[in-house]
């Protein structure tokens, strides 16, 4: 089993992950719009998690330097996107999580959200982990696309090093499975990678969404299948992992981000109940075999 700890310590309604907790959900937009959308869809999601008896963690980005195009939308950046998070945190009362691309931005977000995320793109930078790790702030490190599961190792190792130096009080750290690249434009799935991650201790996260898009595949912009989303849940669960990763959107066709792949706020409920009776019958087999 992998290692349990809370999330969120503080919020109304804290999350654990890993070992025999429930499935923890991290769901949200792609990037900060509208406030309201934001706050309307963060209630939706911790609504139909709390109804599951799953765990909830909100997601969404105050900026996305990772695009295709200089034409593409980024968000509102820093500032005033972390003020939209902490309404998130206060007003619906669950943990909230964001990405950090550079060290200058990581002690800013700590004042705010839960989880501190790294992209993968940013997953070797050993100087942004080991920041956002010394916050004593839980840490999701997306694997890059360009990694094996068993490099993952390295990650946990700049993790616990930066961990021991610094000693913050609380932490975690959640690695992240979002596709491996395979050619152009395309990104495939090795689930036995998920047991490897799993192997180094720490809880697995599977992105259903991000692992479902064709990278730079739509002109300016990325593609994507999104029709594949509770196959990729299920299959995940069934393999093992402690949470999942997904991007919801109450108009997917209108969204300024991942348009291709967000889930629509109405087709969330059901895949994460299949989701959540997949995980809970994984669990019972594992225990029943050990």
Known sequence: MTRTFEIGRGCDRPARVGGTAPLLVIAGPCVIEETDMVLRTADTLARTCRELGLGFVFKCSYLKDNRTSARSFVGPGLEDGLRVLERVRREIGVPVLTDVHERTE??????????????????????LLSEAAATGRCVNVKK????????VEHLVGKYEAAV??????????????????????????DLR?????????WPVVFDVTHSL??????????????????????AACAAG?????????PEPARARSDRAT???????APLLAAARDFHALERRMREATA
Not at 112 to 120: G, R, S
Not at 164 to 186: C, D
Not at 213 to 233: D, H, I, T, V, W
Not at 241 to 249: G, K, M, P, S, T
């Open 262 to 268: 967000q889930i629509p706020l109405a087709e969330v």
């Open 164 to 189: 021991a130096a610094a000693r913050p009080p609380g932490g975690g750290l959640l690695i992240t499975e979002r596709g491996t690249s395979f050619g152009y434009h395309e990104l495939v799935v």
């Open 193 to 201: 990678g998920l047991e490897t991650m799993r192997e180094y201790g």
């Open 213 to 234: 898009q064709r990278p730079a595949a739509a002109g300016g912009e990325s593609g994507g299948e999104r029709r594949f989303a509770p196959l990729m849940a299920r």
């Open 106 to 127: 990581v002690s800013a977000a700590a004042e705010v959200v839960d989880v501190l995320q790294i992209p993968a793109f940013l997953c070797r930078q050993t100087r």
């Open 144 to 151: 890059g696309q360009f990694l094996a599961p068993e490099d």
């Open 241 to 249: 992992v402690d949470a999942i990763f997904l991007e919801a959107h």
